[in-house]
């Protein structure tokens, strides 16, 4: 099974040292938090779309800063 992109994690629950996840919607008093790896996996797939022509002549400023945040990512 899959895990989800977004959880969304009840702030109070936090603060009572339990968590409670839920995926379904946003409420008052939960915080949302995105899985690393689906962030990753987004951001080396905008980077292989950079590095492909037709290039502009911003493209390898776009690719230099998604490998900075592909690393960052790697490192946490």
């Given at each position: 099974?899959k ?15 339990c968590?409670?996840?839920?995926s ?14 689906a ?19 911003h ?11 592909i ?6």
């Amino acid at each position: 099974m899959k895990a989800p992109d977004k959880v969304y994690i009840d702030d109070l629950a936090v603060v009572n040292d339990c968590v409670t996840k839920i995926s379904l919607k946003q409420l008052p008093n939960f915080s949302k938090y995105i899985r690393k790896d689906a962030l990753l996996e987004w951001a080396k797939e905008l980077k292989e779309r950079w590095e492909e022509p037709p290039m502009s002549r911003h493209s390898p400023g776009c690719v230099y800063m998604l490998e900075q945040l592909i690393n960052k990512l790697n490192s946490m």
